[in-house]
């Protein structure tokens, strides 16, 4: 699968079953990044898209095929590591609380893409891309 | 004219009642002047005070709710809250002794606004400052309309209680003391609000409450709902400085589903010891080494006065009313009543031994 998470400066991806922010322009980012794809993603998370391509399901990580995208917000993708080939981060550069965080070492990753830019409540956001 | 006198003192009997009837283990401390003063404890919607005459904050409904499952938040509809058992009123026995984390979840992290709080109606209140000059509760519901358009204005011109000038190298930006928006400037637009700013430690302000207003701000900017946010500091007795804050948030419109949280933010900065009476600091043995930029002020106590084990005879001012004694310029001393009040000279240990406490503000 091709990971997708937004993360903190700690690496956090949530904090008591919620999401610690969002941005309208990092979803049409996204929405454009799969398009053509199926994206997985919990029922959590649908209400922040409205393109066609998006399939909800409790149990979305397991489920996902090699190459659709999984958007995942509350749920520990650690144990699901070695079913990612590739992991696409989302960093909105700022701090929030968190109890829950991205525990994939990217250290062990390569960095192959990264780019900058402007959401509509962030002023800055970095998108990463990561492969094996 | 008699029936009108009859329904006033009927609404002041009911007013006394449902105040005499809110939760929470309560303790009466002193305020000089003997009138009890709660403050080791909050009760939930008992103490605020609203600058909104549209908007009553002292709300008495049911206490919100959060099924909590695990890979979902529940949405807490506000026309499916019901009774619950969640508790009302929160407590410092709830919370840990700080070990390592800036914030702590209190209350299965479930805020204790009730039902009658739901509105979508933004406004801000801000408590008035107490006889110690120390803020309260901060409370507000967020709305685009009320957030600031400007930048940020001088602040410095507040000093709240307990504050002190003074850097560690130890700490990031070196000073150990922010003035500390209770309700952050991003989300009412409040500057140099005395009711809205205690001292607080750099950890508290960066690591403790900034997190949770900027997920705050973010989730207004991106919906347009609202967040029914309170922040309450958190002083044990006379302490001019807070041992930390409640934080309470909770998002109206989808009814908690992005934002619902109740925690408690400690107000440290690790590798320095406070004094919370008075905001005296030092470093802590683990960061003796770095050793301050400007030593903390040390506030010394009077000549006239002694601390220990002396015997050494001096005066004070006792509250015969509180237990309590004061050095004579302290100004809780200064509203004793009279009937309470009475100048004494002889030792400390004489006035422990027949039961009065020294005065937790001028440490006599």
Redesign the interface.
Same mark, same amino acid.
């Given at each position: 699968m091709i990971l997708i998470v937004c993360l903190d400066d700690q690496n956090g991806m949530a904090f008591n079953h919620r999401r610690q922010s969002r941005d309208r322009v990092l979803i049409e980012r996204v929405e454009e990044l799969t398009a053509g794809r199926k994206l997985w993603m919990a029922p959590y998370s649908r209400k922040l898209f409205s393109n066609e391509n998006v399939v909800v399901s409790v149990g979305y990580l397991a489920e996902a095929g090699p190459d659709d995208y999984c958007f995942a917000e509350l749920d520990d993708v650690k144990p699901y590591e070695n079913q990612v080939q590739k992991t696409i981060v989302f960093r909105w550069n700022r701090r929030y609380p968190c109890d829950l965080r991205f525990e994939f070492d990217l250290s062990n990753w390569r960095l192959v893409a990264s780019e900058e830019f402007s959401g509509s409540s962030h002023e800055k956001i970095t998108m990463e891309v990561y492969e094996r | 004219m008699k029936k009108r006198w009859i329904s006033e003192l009927l609404a002041m009997v009911l007013a006394l009642f449902l105040l005499s009837g809110c939760g929470g283990e309560q303790v009466s401390l002193d305020t000089g002047d003997g009138s009890p003063q709660i403050t080791d404890t909050i009760v939930s919607n008992t103490q605020l005070t609203t600058n909104d005459p549209g908007k009553n904050p002292q709300s008495s409904g049911e206490p919100l709710e959060d099924a909590?499952?695990? $890979? *979902?938040?529940a949405t807490t509809d506000p026309e499916q809250i019901t009774s619950s058992t969640t508790s009302t009123a929160f407590s410092m026995s709830e919370v840990p002794a700080y070990s390592g984390a800036a914030?702590v *979840?209190v209350n299965g992290?479930v805020p204790y606004f009730t039902s009658d709080d739901l509105t979508t109606n933004s406004f801000e209140s801000y408590s008035s400052l107490d006889y110690l000059g120390r803020c309260s509760t901060a409370y507000a519901c967020v709305g685009q309309d009320i957030m600031p358009t400007e930048e940020r204005g001088s602040i410095g011109q507040v000093k709240p209680t307990g504050w002190h000038t003074v850097k560690y190298d130890c700490v990031d930006g070196k000073y150990l003391y922010n003035r500390c928006h209770l309700i952050g400037y991003q989300l009412t637009g409040e500057n140099a609000n005395e009711e809205n700013l205690i001292t607080g430690t750099r950890y508290l302000n960066?690591?403790g409450m900034?997190? %949770?207003e900027?997920?705050v *701000? $973010?989730?207004i900017?991106?919906?347009n709902n609202h967040v029914l946010y309170r922040v309450t500091p958190i002083f044990e007795g006379d302490n001019l400085l807070a041992d930390g804050v409640l934080m309470e948030g909770y998002s109206v419109e989808d009814g908690g589903? $992005?934002?619902? %949280?109740c925690?408690y933010a400690y107000n440290v900065q690790p590798g320095v010891t406070i004094n919370y009476a008075t905001g005296d600091s030092a470093l802590d043995g683990t960061a003796a080494t770095t050793g301050p930029v400007t030593l903390p002020t040390v506030q010394n106590p009077s000549e006239n006065s002694q601390t220990g084990t002396s015997t050494t005879q001096a005066d004070y001012v006792l509250n015969n009313n509180t237990k309590k004694f004061h050095l004579p310029s302290c100004s809780s001393a200064e509203d004793i009543k009279a009937s309470n009040r009475e100048d004494y000279h002889g030792s400390r240990e004489d006035l422990i031994d027949r039961g009065y406490d020294p005065c937790k503000r001028c440490n006599p």
């Open positions: - | 909590d499952v695990p $890979d *979902a938040p914030y *979840a992290n960066i690591d900034l997190p %949770f900027n997920m *701000a $973010d989730y900017q991106e919906t589903d $992005d934002i619902c %949280f925690v």
